[in-house]
């Protein structure tokens, strides 16, 4: 987790409990746990995203063009406190190849530089420098602010004989679009079921044939899921169904015959991520 820059591809797979359990009786012959999984335990990651006021860095990125960007600052503790490590990232693809670059920083730092723009004291290292300057750019270009927080419970593997072959597995991937702030807990809404996993493969080159070969067997596929794009896609859903319900209640009643008059108005909603309080629809 101390890495500040690298080049990778990224794919991933959803898998069901049953599929993560088989196929992780494989992975220890090939693969070592991550120290910071201790004891083979998982490790929390919490993630505030940053974008434009109209969302312009991830609508662009749903559209899947050959190069998209986008920039996040991550804690490895919940809620993080001002002098705890964090780290600002921004984050490339171009053509499905990924790279990485990212500056530690404590979280009162980083609110200084993200509002003020203001470093910390300690430039000595050429490619902390290097990447500011970076950072810089990419502040200029997009007036960001925070619009999104993402945590996750995450297993890591590195191969054995390719420490560069890199396996995570994600589980209670949480969102939410208010209280943005890693000085926060963690909550919110959950955007995969309980019973999956999603799992990324982090390669330089091929997928070692052990892996395709097991994922085959296990009937276990790629996906396209984007955890700050399904988030975003969920709040527009919301959005939408919650405008479209507004609008109807606001609407004129038609004029109904008086004795029909006194009868009860009663609204359904077909949308199962919803419920209705007093006539309004809460996600």
Not at 32 to 43: L, N, S
Not at 214 to 222: A, D, H, P, T, V
């Amino acid at each position: 987790m101390a890495i500040s820059t690298f080049m990778r591809k990224e794919i991933k797979f959803m898998l069901s409990l049953e599929q993560y359990e088989a196929l992780l009786s494989e992975l220890h012959k090939y693969m070592d746990a991550d120290p910071f999984c201790v004891d083979g335990k998982e490790y929390g990651i919490y993630n505030l995203y940053y974008d434009t006021p109209d969302d312009y860095l991830i609508r662009t990125s749903l559209e899947k063009p050959y190069y998209k960007e986008k920039i996040r600052l991550r804690s490895y503790f919940s809620p993080a406190a001002p002098s705890d490590k964090v780290f600002l990232e921004i984050k490339k693809k171009v053509g499905g190849i990924v790279t990485k670059r990212r500056v530690t920083m404590t979280l009162e730092e980083s609110d200084a530089y993200l509002m003020q723009r203001k470093k910390p004291v300690d430039l000595s290292k050429y490619l902390q420098r290097q990447i500011f300057s970076e950072l810089d750019i990419f502040l200029q270009n997009y007036p960001v602010k925070p619009k999104q927080y993402i945590s996750y419970q995450r297993s890591a593997f590195f191969g054995k004989d390719d420490p560069d072959f890199r396996l995570t597995f994600d589980r209670e991937i949480t969102e939410r679009r208010y209280d943005l702030s890693l000085a926060s807990p963690s909550y919110g809404a959950q955007i995969i079921a309980p019973n999956q996993r999603l799992m990324e493969v982090k390669i330089a080159d091929a997928m070692p044939l052990w892996l395709s070969q097991k994922l085959s067997e296990l009937q276990i596929y790629k996906v396209s899921f984007s955890k700050y794009g399904t988030a975003y896609a969920r709040h527009v859903r919301n959005e939408l169904y919650l405008r479209t319900h507004f609008r109807e209640s606001e609407a004129p009643a038609p004029a109904r015959p008086a004795a029909a008059a006194k009868q009860p108005v009663i609204r359904k909603t077909d949308n199962p991520g919803f419920i209705l309080k007093g006539g309004v629809a809460f996600p």
